[in-house]
């Protein structure tokens, strides 16, 4: 039957159709690939397809499904998936359609990717998200648009396809990204450079670091002057995970790694927090919280300076 709000929706678009009251259910197209592009992370729902069947053997009758004709003189599915396999259960032989009077591969994608907003069985946020991302790869759209258009929020799109880059520049450099928590995976992004983020990578999967660990690793990393001073940081981190890589590699549980040897990673993160601020903490910090943080430093500096001396007198 003809459907006001699917009308309303196209007319929306910017595009003409066409109404047709009888095509062939064996005219329209189904493969793999109409069907994957309609529902990304769903299968077909079977429920749904069930109840859609009793409603037609109930007398009930459907909204229109929507169409667009391939050169072939046959007839590509837009949107109704579920309502062409309950025709089929019913052993119906046609149905009625709106027709989609363009051949744009890019608007008829676009169309099979925002349809279910208004009508027909609801995408799920995960496919919502996966037609976004699509939509920005594929149709060059910006991310803000195709947040927009797949209602999906900006800033989740945003690191889903940040994430996507990094997971893509591990697996060109032959790192198997999928060994590191969605977290970890975040941290690597701010570190820009390629190479620094398969290196970071590399240790972190060889060595098994937290995403704390790589966190302060990045933030080290970004606070270097130069490659030279970039390696020496991590070789550092290697050095002070030797005995846990080691034993990751023969594949034994690891003790808790001494204290000790997180030291100079501490140490590379203030350099790197000093050299970040570069004397403008008074720019940022209340007056009160300059006390408390200059208090705290203090404290730091005569614990740091015992521990160096108790240091002293194991190596003497």
Same mark, same amino acid.
């Given at each position: 039957?003809?459907?006001?709000?699917?009308?309303? /929706?196209?007319?929306?678009?910017?595009?003409? /159709?066409?109404?047709?009251?009888? @095509?062939?259910?064996?005219?329209?197209?189904?493969?793999?690939?109409?069907?994957?592009?309609?529902?990304?992370? &769903?299968? $077909?729902?079977?429920?749904?397809?069930?109840?859609?069947? $009793?409603?037609? &053997?109930?007398?009930?009758?459907?909204? +229109?499904?929507? $169409?667009?004709?391939? *050169?072939?003189?046959?007839?590509?599915?837009?949107?109704?998936?579920?309502?062409?396999?309950?025709?089929?259960?019913?052993?119906?032989?046609?149905?009625?359609?709106?027709?989609?009077?363009?051949?744009?591969?890019?608007?008829?994608?676009?169309?099979?990717?925002?349809? %279910?907003?208004?009508?027909?069985?609801?995408?799920?946020?995960?496919?919502?998200?996966?037609?976004?991302?699509?939509?920005?790869?594929?149709?060059?759209?910006?991310?803000?648009?195709?947040?927009?258009?797949? %209602?999906?929020?900006?800033?989740?799109?945003?690191?889903?396809?940040? &994430?996507?880059?990094?997971?893509? &520049?591990?697996?060109?450099?032959?790192?198997?990204?999928?060994?590191?928590?969605?977290?970890?995976?975040?941290?690597?992004?701010?570190?820009?450079? *390629?190479?620094?983020?398969? +290196?970071?990578?590399?240790?972190? @999967?060889?060595?098994?670091?937290?995403?704390?660990?790589?966190?302060?690793?990045?933030? +080290?990393?970004?606070?270097? %002057?130069?490659?030279?001073?970039?390696?020496?940081?991590?070789?550092?981190?290697?050095?002070?995970?030797?005995?846990?890589?080691?034993?990751?590699?023969?594949?034994?549980?690891? *003790?808790? +790694?001494?204290?000790?040897?997180?030291?100079?990673?501490?140490?590379?993160?203030?350099?790197?927090?000093?050299?970040?601020? %570069?004397?403008?903490?008074? $720019?940022?910090?209340?007056?009160?919280?300059?006390?408390?943080?200059?208090?705290?430093?203090?404290?730091?500096?005569?614990?740091?300076?015992?521990?160096?001396?108790?240091?002293?007198?194991?190596?003497?």
């Amino acid at each position: 039957m003809r459907d006001s709000v699917t009308e309303a /929706w196209l007319t929306g678009q910017g595009i003409s /159709w066409e109404y047709h009251a009888s @095509i062939a259910l064996d005219s329209i197209v189904r493969d793999a690939a109409t069907m994957l592009n309609i529902r990304l992370t &769903e299968s $077909l729902n079977q429920e749904h397809v069930m109840s859609l069947a $009793l409603k037609l &053997e109930d007398g009930a009758d459907l909204a +229109a499904i929507v $169409l667009h004709q391939l *050169p072939s003189g046959l007839f590509g599915l837009i949107n109704g998936l579920h309502r062409c396999e309950a025709y089929g259960l019913t052993k119906r032989a046609t149905c009625d359609a709106y027709m989609v009077l363009t051949s744009d591969a890019l608007v008829i994608d676009r169309l099979r990717r925002t349809v %279910n907003d208004i009508e027909g069985l609801p995408l799920n946020q995960e496919a919502r998200l996966e037609h976004a991302k699509f939509t920005v790869r594929r149709g060059g759209y910006a991310a803000s648009d195709a947040a927009r258009i797949h %209602n999906v929020p900006y800033g989740i799109l945003k690191e889903a396809l940040l &994430e996507d880059k990094v997971m893509a &520049e591990l697996r060109d450099a032959g790192i198997d990204g999928r060994k590191l928590s969605k977290t970890t995976i975040k941290e690597l992004n701010p570190l820009g450079r *390629p190479a620094y983020k398969v +290196a970071v990578a590399q240790l972190g @999967i060889s060595c098994r670091l937290a995403a704390a660990d790589i966190r302060t690793l990045v933030l +080290a990393i970004r606070g270097a %002057n130069s490659d030279a001073e970039v390696e020496d940081i991590l070789h550092r981190m290697r050095e002070e995970h030797k005995v846990d890589q080691e034993r990751a590699a023969g594949g034994r549980v690891r *003790p808790p +790694a001494s204290p000790l040897r997180r030291i100079p990673t501490i140490i590379d993160r203030i350099e790197a927090v000093s050299k970040q601020m %570069n004397g403008t903490a008074e $720019l940022v910090l209340l007056p009160e919280e300059r006390r408390a943080l200059v208090g705290r430093i203090r404290k730091a500096i005569k614990l740091l300076t015992d521990l160096a001396k108790s240091l002293e007198g194991v190596a003497s």
